[in-house]
């Protein structure tokens, strides 16, 4: 399996081996990375988990799992970002993330999310990439505002967002 890793200006987002995905999901495991504050944060073990499963049942699609986000500076790791699943039968797919307490509030966030939905929103079939935050979570909000996501209807007390396929959106990273 070829592990795919998008860059954007600061970042690099690597993705998960299912030995690496494994391995943080036990909660003690590090993934093969070195962690800012000393471990990855709890949303990128909880990513990892939906990983695992995924290989598990056999349903994983290269490219539409989690990501360990590594700042391209010092190489440290510095949280995690992914897919909920692959695109669904509309061309749909969801993205979560995170980042360690050291790393939030210098844009690392906001270059990771604009990176992983360049690629989702350059893959064929692909039609939106959605996002859903607890009504309080204002900062992940300015995330996916300044990520070029617009606030839709939601169901329940979550807030949900989406970045529409364009034919004119200029993808805003590369993958090698």
Known sequence: MTLLTLAAPRVRLHELSPESAADLHSGGGAGGFTWLDGGAPDGTRTGSGITVKAHARGAYRAGWGTYVIVRSGDGHAIGGIGFHSAPDDDGRVEIGYDLTE?????????????????????????????????????????????????????????????????????????AT
């Open 102 to 174: 050291g790393a939030r509030g210098r844009g690392y966030a906001t270059e990771a999310v604009t990176a992983i939905a360049a690629w989702a929103l350059s893959q064929p079939g692909v039609t939106a990439v959605t996002a859903t935050t607890d009504p309080d979570n204002a900062a992940s909000q300015r995330v996916l505002r300044r990520a070029g996501f617009a606030e839709i209807p939601a169901a329940g007390d979550e807030r949900a967002y989406e970045l529409p396929h364009t034919p004119d959106r200029t993808p805003g990273m590369s």
